[in-house]
């Protein structure tokens, strides 16, 4: 015959504690509020069959000491589900000392889908210790979470790459992220998903600051169906990018109307592809005013060449990937028709109209035709055998801005 005990009698130092009978208490009754719970001698329980009995709604949390008595406690025995039903559940919460549970040892999955996770008290735990590297981010229920809770978590602690990608982690506020508490290595840049991040959400400005730029994996993101769109590109810290960061941008979704004009200034053009994304043309050209887009900024290679007298040979655009910016006179105007200046002549050498892209718009000798009011156009040489040539006979000016359409 088992042995059974009584816990009236017993004392906090007792290994009696093994053989309570816990599913004899009557846990409908007064019973459970006489024990006293202060006492129980937790490494003595017979953990398991026996403590499944245990109504854990119905333990007066606010008698457990904390600490070194409760070190055995078998957190996986403990049923969420009954502290939920207990109609108590703030108030447990707010008894239970959550830098003393041993999150290693709950049952991840099935035993954890009753915590209340916005009930938790994240500022108790001890994000110093290596018992944090118990949680299993994967089962964390973000719709339960408050604001003020993302500001207890720890987010240098947080295992990225466990956490639930897709449907679970949309319901994370991107906004209240800590971003000053992440730790930014290569490794971040692998372990967070970058396509489910809900960038309309981020806190542009004093939360985004703190977002390292060279650790965001350009390529994961959701160019396709929108997901970057709500990205503040103006919050971009440009400078800090690489050539890897350039290539996997998808710069026909940029909106370079958000940048202000220092931070347009800082993005490298001879490192944009904008080759692949002709359709940016027209909202850089409209923007030509208000950030001053010039052939110094762009490239101190390029430059403007003025023709006051006799004829200039302009420098060659790049083979495949030079463009050439022709300015007409705006007195001039005929409808969409300018007239480069009185006795300005164009020539351009081994361009073919079709065939190696006229960007919309038509020239002639002395006349050009363009849907820009500023009397612009723009030809891009994509030939990748030959070099293109302008020369100007007379009064005028060229840009030549190679590296707007660097390759």
Do not use: R
Not at 367 to 384: A, S, V, W
Request: proline share 1%; with cysteine; hydrophobic share 35%.
């Amino acid at each position: 015959m088992t042995k059974e005990v009584a816990w009236s009698g017993l004392g906090s130092g007792s290994k009696d504690w093994e053989y309570v009978a816990w599913s004899k208490i009557n846990w409908s009754g007064s019973e459970p509020s006489s024990i006293n719970w202060g006492k129980v001698n937790w490494s003595s329980l017979s953990w398991g069959k026996a403590t499944k009995a245990i109504d854990w709604g119905k333990v007066d949390w606010d008698e457990i000491v904390w600490g070194d008595a409760t070190k055995d406690f078998n957190w996986k025995s403990v049923q969420w589900k009954e502290i939920k039903d207990s109609g108590k559940e703030s108030a447990i919460y707010e008894l239970i000392d959550w830098s003393s549970v041993a999150w290693g040892d709950l049952s991840w999955g099935v035993g954890t889908d009753d915590i209340n996770w916005g009930k938790v008290i994240w500022s108790q735990l001890d994000w110093s210790s290596k018992n944090v590297q118990g949680i299993d981010w994967f089962e964390i229920d973000w719709t339960d979470l408050e604001k003020s809770d993302y500001s207890q978590i720890n987010w240098g602690k947080v295992q990225w790459e466990e956490l639930d990608w897709g449907v679970a982690t949309d319901d994370i506020n991107w906004g209240s992220v800590q971003w000053s508490e992440v730790k930014w290595t290569q490794k971040t840049e692998k372990t967070i998903d970058w396509y489910h991040v809900q960038w309309e959400e981020v806190a542009w400005g004093i939360g985004s600051q703190y977002i390292d730029w060279t650790k965001v994996d350009w390529s994961d993101l959701d160019w396709a169906d929108g997901g970057s769109d709500g990205i503040d590109y103006d919050y971009v810290k440009w400078s800090a990018l690489d050539s890897g960061d350039y290539a996997d941008i998808n710069w026909g979704k940029v909106q370079f109307k958000e940048l202000s004009s220092d931070d347009f200034k800082l993005i490298q053009f001879d490192k944009v592809p904008l080759y692949k994304y002709t359709n940016k043309l027209d909202e850089l050209i409209s923007l030509n005013p208000k950030y001053g887009i010039s052939a110094a900024q762009l490239d101190k290679k390029d430059d403007t060449y003025i023709c006051s007298s006799g004829k200039v040979d302009l420098v060659k655009t790049n083979a495949g990937l030079g463009v050439i910016k022709i300015i007409g006179d705006s007195s001039k105007k005929f409808g969409d028709l300018f007239e480069l200046a009185k006795g300005t002549k164009l020539k351009i050498s081994n361009f073919n109209v079709g065939t190696d892209y006229l960007v919309e718009g038509s020239l002639s000798k002395s006349k050009i035709k363009t849907k820009y009011n500023d009397g612009t156009l723009f030809i891009y040489n994509k030939d990748n055998s030959k070099d293109i040539y302008a020369q100007l006979t007379g009064l005028g000016k060229v840009y030549t801005l190679n590296s707007l359409l660097a390759k």
